[in-house]
């Protein structure tokens, strides 16, 4: 059974840090890129970042860039966002998402909601 898991959400004020996880079972982690999207209430669900499978190339949307980091244990079958410097527009619900070319496999997480107010 497929199984993409996040955790690490919550409230957190303007300028804090937080570090979501995505935690995979049930398929072969290390052959899948890996990426963390968003949804903000009202909007549309948008892509944050993106880690190759092997991890060596990485991928930000510009409104996170520098503030964001994006990694990946394929020992470990996990993913994890490091958030810094986060901001009020940053607020939403935050997914993982697995992907291999090939064959097309598709994969989502249930989300975790990131708050970020004072």
């Known amino acids: 059974q497929v199984r993409l898991v996040e955790s690490g959400g919550g409230l957190v004020q303007p300028g804090g840090s937080l570090r979501l996880s995505c935690a995979a079972s049930g398929f072969t982690f290390s052959t899948y890129a890996m990426n963390w999207y968003r949804q903000a209430p009202g909007k549309e669900r948008e892509l944050v970042a993106t880690i190759t499978s092997t991890g060596v190339t990485t991928s930000y949307a510009d409104s996170v860039k520098g503030r964001f980091t994006i990694s990946r244990d394929n020992a470990k079958n996990t993913m994890d966002l490091q958030m810094n410097s986060l901001q009020l527009e940053d607020t939403a619900v935050y997914y993982c998402?697995?992907?291999?070319?090939?064959?097309?496999?598709?994969?989502w997480g249930q989300g975790t909601q990131v708050t970020v107010s004072s």
């Open positions: 998402r697995a992907q291999r070319g090939y064959d097309l496999r598709d994969y």
